[in-house]
């Protein structure tokens, strides 16, 4: 699976319709934030405003702790803005840290980009211009402390570089952001909206940097990428701190729940946030299987075929489902194996 949350792979193979599954492929939020029963009329009928765009980027400024020097664009989605990168960072090669979300290290190759992925980005050191880090990183969930960035965005400076952050995941523990601690380092920091406040249909998500960076994606982008309806429950959203708050604690209570399921069926935890968790079991391929012919969709890794990740279910019942699937597959395992 290159990506989570396309179930039409999942019933090409194994049926049923899209209601039947349990999609825990995904990083995404199953609460998702309380969209308006109405939203203004102007927000679908009139091209988005400048001064609903200028609201926005004041909220997520607030809400991401964005120093005021720094600038800042709003995307529909951080995958959009990927392949604008190579285009506004020095040329030269790409050292990411991983392994991580794969769309990363795509974008830099198409770009004509030449790529190398390295485990510890801090003891070997990047050998390039440009390096990229995912904190918390996806699928582990690993956090890079703050300070260590600013350290590693020190070194590339020396030799003319950026340092790339992608954040998407860190509503969960906005206190580890990199952003409040940012003052002159060549740092590019993307933030996704849609996965914490579980609407990522709405796409939606923003660069923080230097502002003749972040001004040239805007630029790039042009005028109306965002849409009317992103733009006002974004800023609702984003300054709605009550519910954010909230929002975390239930979620740490679920993943709680969801690794105790996963450690009382045999998996070992490699990490995670508290959107998804990272398992490993040595029959995690037939397990995948099994899963799936019970309609739960769960994401797999071709380069760690002991990998299985899980997002939220999102209810007592979709969590007493996935509890009863794993029982059924590993009984039918035992059943099936010689005396």
């Known amino acids: 699976m290159k990506h989570g949350g396309d179930l039409f792979q999942a019933m090409a193979t194994y049926g049923g319709a899209e209601d039947d599954w349990l999609d825990l492929s995904t990083g995404i939020n199953p609460h998702a934030y309380p969209v308006p029963a109405s939203l203004p009329a102007s927000s679908w009928t009139r091209l988005p405003a400048q001064t609903a765009h200028k609201c926005l980027l004041d909220a997520a400024r607030a809400a991401y702790q964005v120093p005021e020097h720094l600038g800042l664009a709003a995307a529909p989605g951080t995958q959009v803005i990927l392949p604008y990168l190579p285009a506004l960072l020095p040329a030269g090669s790409v050292t990411i840290a991983g392994p991580t979300y794969s769309s990363h290290g ?62 998407a995941f860190a509503d969960v523990t906005p206190s580890r952001s990199l952003l409040p601690h940012l003052t002159e380092e060549p740092v590019l920091v993307l933030r996704s909206f849609g996965k914490f406040f579980g609407l990522a249909g709405l796409r939606l998500g923003f660069l923080a940097g230097p502002r003749h960076m972040t001004d040239a994606l805007a630029q790039r982008l042009e005028s109306w990428s965002v849409s009317g309806p992103a733009l006002e429950i974004g800023a609702l959203a984003l300054r709605d701190l009550d519910w954010q ?44 299987q099994a899963l799936a012919r019970r309609h739960i969709w769960v994401r797999a890794f071709d380069y760690a075929p002991t990998w299985l990740r899980f997002g939220l279910p999102g209810s007592p019942e979709a969590l007493a489902r996935l509890r009863q699937a794993l029982k059924e597959a590993k009984a039918s395992h035992a059943e099936a194996e010689p005396c």
């Open 106 to 167: 795509d974008a830099w190759r198409v770009a004509g980009r030449q790529v190398s992925e390295i485990s510890d980005i801090f003891r070997e050191g990047p050998q390039s211009r440009i390096a990229l880090i995912v904190s918390p990183n996806n699928p582990d969930g690993r956090w890079h402390e703050p300070q260590a960035l600013l350290h590693l965005a020190r070194d590339m400076q020396q030799r003319g570089g950026f340092l790339v952050v992608d954040e």
């Open 245 to 288: 708050a909230a929002m975390r604690k239930k979620l740490t209570q679920e993943m709680t729940a969801l690794e105790d399921i996963l450690k009382a069926s045999g998996f070992d935890l490699r990490g995670g946030t508290s959107l998804y968790t990272l398992a490993e079991h040595p029959d995690a391929a037939r397990l995948h």
